[in-house]
């Protein structure tokens, strides 16, 4: 994936992991279930429609400022650190 110019996806697996490469998620549904990425300019919800997304990567292919505008690193799902966070809390705890 980190060798990718862009995502083509319908994977929400795929759509939580790709931002945080920095690298565009063109997903390919009507709807997401993970709408943050989306929000937060990563993702965008192309459809399923041949036309629709040949028009979305032309567009982010041949548009540098476009592609800028979504090839950044976010990790709108976390930051990494929930784990230790927990376990802090866990041995803190009185």
Wanted: overall charge negative.
């Amino acid at each position: 994936m980190k060798r990718s110019i862009l995502i083509l996806t319908d994977s929400g697996g795929i759509q939580e992991e790709s931002p945080s490469l920095g690298i565009p998620v063109m997903v390919m549904r009507e709807v997401t279930e993970r709408p943050e990425a989306v929000e937060a300019g990563v993702a965008r919800v192309v459809g399923t429609n041949r036309e629709s997304i040949i028009n979305n990567v032309m567009l982010l292919l041949n548009d540098p400022a476009e592609y800028a505008k979504m090839a950044r690193v976010l990790n709108v799902y976390g930051d990494g650190h929930a784990a230790g966070r927990i376990v802090d809390i866990l041995l803190n705890h009185k």
